[in-house]
């Protein structure tokens, strides 16, 4: 099983970037899977989530209307689409899975706190002018 996060960079405020999340030895579609962030100094977040029982989708507040998550399963990818991103947006981002049927917001609360049951290496997001 493996997780391989890529797309991160440096963008300016208000740019835009595209992370992804492929996925290997397993199907994605079989789990529910998030988007996680942490800053220096800071604890890891949750961003956003699939979940596994009817594939809702999730966003924390602080990138609603900003964020979007999707997923390709016929290319085993996750992507999150990060929009008029901002400096607070500065974190390196993780995905990760697990096999559970929680609802989102509790998915990204227990992930956050590690329970989660694969994840990727983070991928670096910086945005600053």
């Known amino acids: 099983v493996q997780l391989q996060a890529s797309g991160g960079g440096l963008v300016q405020p208000g740019g835009s970037l595209r992370l992804s999340c492929a996925a290997s030895?397993?199907?994605?579609?079989?789990?529910?899977i998030a988007w996680f962030r942490q800053a220096p100094g800071k604890e890891r977040e949750g961003v956003s989530c699939?979940?596994?029982?009817?594939?809702?989708?999730y966003y924390a507040d602080s990138v609603k209307g900003r964020f979007t998550i999707s997923r390709d399963n016929a290319k085993n990818t996750v992507y999150l689409q990060m929009n008029s991103l901002e400096p607070e947006d500065t974190a390196v981002y993780y995905c990760a899975i697990v096999d559970s049927d929680l609802p989102g917001p509790l998915l990204l609360v227990a992930g956050s706190l590690g329970g989660m049951d694969y994840w990727g290496k983070g991928t670096q997001v910086t945005v600053s002018s």
């Open positions: 699939i979940t596994s029982s009817d594939g809702s989708i």
């Open positions: 030895g397993f199907t994605l579609d079989s789990y529910a």
